[in-house]
């Protein structure tokens, strides 16, 4: 892998062209975008129409695709080549949810996933035969978020399963003892259970709470904990036996498809893991074989660099139109900005341009009323993603079609605006969006969705030449709250003027 990054000079070039063309003049002028730039992956459809290339810059876009040479770059992932070249490892995520590679490295990952995959079953399923109603997963970044956000989408805690009511699962994940506190009281130790994961079992907030937990539970029979460290989570009190594996082949944010998924297989049963996974598994599927023109991945990374790199957009929403999905822009925010956000590319020379923008949003129709105000006004052009569901699961359809009567009129607003005579009733419009259509949320089709932003992540990287697989940027602050932990508890001072006078203050009110 060369990780030169793409040339941004060709970008500019377009932008020039394009320089006081209006996005909704693109799309007059060309009526056979609305189906030549939208895709379909099994229950996923994708609209770019309302994206700001027009088909010059698109096909810019494309050659830039190819000489990056994101084909050959999806196939050493899933291949397991070290894609993570800081730390020298692989990422192979897809393995954990099926076979797209037959390289020995991809074979024997996916060997040891089903292996694991099997003895988390069983730990289900011994768990359905208790009087455990509620769980505690204890983890933080990679071990809590994606899980969070699927089972928040997908549980129905009400819902009776075979026979009895599945486990409610609450989350700790804060090192604010506030965090555990309030989860805890509301929960009887005698019918729950817990799971502790880390993947290195050496995060601080996750080894606090843990404990926490673990002396609240005063049931070891009933601690589980997944970890690539079984030793260190078997010193803090775990029987091996109830010990998940992980290993130094998937990322915490690319991990809910490992064991991390525990917590997601308790509340949404087994079978509908799996169905996740089969989505994820379609995804990779089209992703690493359809041809880069025709590739959503590809696509959706080849839109984030045009937004960041031609177009300079400084943020990005993402703005699900599904209550379900309200956790969605939390789970990405780490997927996203701790994959892409870097400044030097694979050889360690500065990155040419701009990348990873912030990324942020929240469930419409709330956003409306909060934020939606500067999208449609401000000066600030922030590209989004808006993610809705054709058919809802609830009986209330009224709502529903207003739900996506508000989704489809704030992409034609933000995309044609309105002119007026008095400047404060003018809409400037030109503002850029994706629409993803899911059919239904279904763990098959969720699935597809974070299989979709994982690998337009990865694609993005290539583009950029960086690694989207190392997080260094958080080990800095980790350490120095190191430094500073005795200094709080009394031991000692700070070297930083700033901070050595904030904590007398600290110390003076405590
Ligand atoms: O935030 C930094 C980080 O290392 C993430 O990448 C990771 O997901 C999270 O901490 C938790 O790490 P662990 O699973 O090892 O506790």
Redesign the pocket.
């Known amino acids: 892998m060369s990780g030169a990054g793409i040339d941004l000079s060709l970008l500019a070039e377009q932008t020039r062209r394009l320089q006081g063309a209006s996005l909704s003049q693109i799309n007059l002028d060309d009526p056979a975008r609305v189906s030549d730039f939208a895709l379909r992956v099994g229950p996923l459809y994708a609209s770019f129409a309302r994206q700001s290339y027009d088909r010059q810059a698109w096909q810019a876009l494309l050659a830039l695709a190819r000489d990056a040479d994101l084909v050959g770059a999806m196939q050493r992932l899933v291949d397991g080549e070290p894609v993570n070249v800081t730390e020298g490892r692989a990422a192979l995520h897809t393995a954990l949810r099926g076979e797209v590679s037959g390289s020995p490295t991809a074979r024997a990952a996916h060997a040891d996933a089903l292996r694991a995959r099997a003895r988390m079953c069983a730990m289900v399923e011994a768990l359905a035969a208790t009087d455990v109603t509620d769980i505690v997963s204890v983890?933080?970044?990679?071990?809590d978020l994606g899980p969070r956000m699927v089972v928040d989408a997908l549980a129905q805690p009400d819902a009776p399963a075979v026979g009895r009511m599945r486990p409610r699962v609450h989350f700790v994940s804060n090192v604010d003892g506030a965090a555990a506190q309030r989860t805890l009281s509301a929960l009887d130790p005698r019918t729950s259970a817990a799971i502790l994961?880390?993947?290195?079992?050496?995060?601080q907030e996750?080894l606090l709470n843990g404990g926490i937990v673990r002396d609240w539970l005063a049931n070891d029979s009933r601690l589980y904990a997944v970890s690539a460290n079984v030793q260190r989570a078997s010193d803090f009190g775990i029987d091996p036996e109830r010990i998940l594996p992980m290993w130094d082949w998937v990322g915490?944010?690319y991990s809910l498809w490992s064991a991390v998924g525990f917590p997601i297989a308790l509340a949404i049963g087994f079978e509908a893991f799996e169905a996740l996974l089969a989505g994820a598994a379609e995804l990779d599927a089209h992703a690493l074989q359809a041809a880069p023109e025709a590739n959503l991945a590809v696509w959706h990374a080849l839109t984030a660099v045009w937004n960041r790199n031609a177009r300079h957009a400084a943020t990005q929403a993402v703005l699900p139109y599904d209550e379900r999905l309200k956790l969605l822009p939390n789970y990405l925010q780490?997927l996203v900005m701790?994959s892409l956000g870097k400044r030097v590319k694979l050889d360690g020379a500065a990155v040419a341009g701009d990348t990873v923008p912030v990324w942020w949003g929240g469930p419409g129709t709330d956003t409306q009323h909060s934020f939606f105000q500067a999208l449609h006004q401000g000066t600030q052009i922030v590209p989004a993603d808006f993610i809705g569901t054709i058919r809802c699961d609830h009986p209330y359809l009224e709502n529903h079609a207003a739900l996506l009567a508000n989704l489809l009129a704030q992409t034609e607003a933000f995309a044609n605006g309105q002119d007026s005579d008095d400047p404060h009733r003018v809409y400037p419009g030109d503002r850029p969006s994706t629409l993803l259509l899911l059919d239904a949320l279904t763990p098959h089709s969720l699935g597809m969705l974070i299989a979709l932003y994982e690998h337009s992540v990865y694609l993005q990287s290539v583009l950029w030449g960086i690694n989207a697989f190392d997080?260094f940027g958080?080990e800095l602050g980790k350490q120095v709250a190191n430094r500073l932990l005795p200094a709080l508890k009394g031991d000692g001072d700070a070297e930083d003027p700033v901070t050595r006078a904030l904590l007398v203050e600290i110390r003076n009110r405590t």
Not at 139 to 143: A, V, Y
Not at 197 to 203: A, E, M, P, Q
């Open positions: 983890g933080i970044g990679g071990s994961i880390s993947k290195t079992f050496g995060t996750t915490g944010r780490q701790e997080q958080v």
